[in-house]
C-alpha cells in the first residue's frame, strides 16, 4: 500500500541525474538494525536489498552503503553523521528514531536531533531522504501523537521527501518478523526494500512510479 502513498508525498524538485553517463551515486543509509540487518546476513540486510532493487529499476549506477548501528538513536546518529556519512557521499537516508520511540525519549529530542542531521546534510548538499517511524501501541496514545508527528511534520518544514513508514510492509504481518516480534525477517526485508526502492527512484531520480518486483 505504501507505494499508493507515494504520490501525495512527493511535490518535490529531483536533482539532475544522467543514467547513462554519470558516474556512481553513493547513497549511506543511516539507521539502526533495521538497517544493520539485525540477525540476518549482510546480503540480506535492508541497504543491500534496496541496492539490488533500485538497479531492477535501471539505476544500477546507485550504490547503497549501510551505515545501520544497531541500538542506535538519533542522539548517536548526529554524533556519528559526518563519520558514517562519508565524503562521497551524493545522498542519504535518515532511518534513525525507532529506539528513541522505544526507550520512550521525548518526542522534542528526537526531532531536533533529526533536523541537525538535516541540517548537516543541507550543508553537504546531499539529497536526502527521511524514513518515518512510529511509537509502539504501548507507549500510550498522547506520546504516539507526539512521536508520529516528528516526521511529517519535518518532512513539511525541511522541504524534503518523507517515507511514510519503514516498516510499514511488515508490522502487522507477524510471519515476517523475527522472534523478538520487531525486526523484519529477510523475506520482510525484501518487501520493505521494494516500495523504499520505488519511493527513491521517483523521489530522487525522478524516475515514474512504478511496481516492479526485482
Known sequence: MLHLI?????????????????????????????????????????PARLDQALAARGLAQVIVLN???SGDTTAGGLARFDFSVGPDADGVVIALGANDALQGQPPARTRANLAAMIDLARARNLDIVLAGMQAPVNMGV??????????PDLSQAEDIALYPFL????????????????????????????????????????????????
Open 6 to 46: 507515494v504520490i501525495g508525498l512527493l511535490g518535490l524538485t529531483a536533482p539532475a541525474f544522467a543514467l547513462d553517463d554519470e558516474p556512481a551515486y553513493r547513497l549511506v543509509v543511516l539507521g539502526d538494525s533495521l538497517s544493520a540487518g539485525f540477525g540476518l546476513s549482510d546480503n540480506e540486510a535492508l
Open 67 to 69: 551505515a545501520g548501528v
Open 142 to 151: 498522547e506520546y504516539r501523537a507526539q512521536f508520529d508527528a516528528i516526521y
Open 167 to 214: 516498516l510499514g510492509p511488515v508490522i502487522l504481518r507477524p510471519e515476517l518478523l523475527q522472534r523478538d516480534g520487531l525486526h523484519p525477517t529477510a523475506e520482510g526485508v525484501e518487501l520493505m526494500a521494494a516500495p523504499l526502492a520505488d519511493f527513491i527512484a521517483t523521489a530522487l531520480f525522478g524516475l515514474p512510479l512504478r511496481e516492479v518486483t526485482p
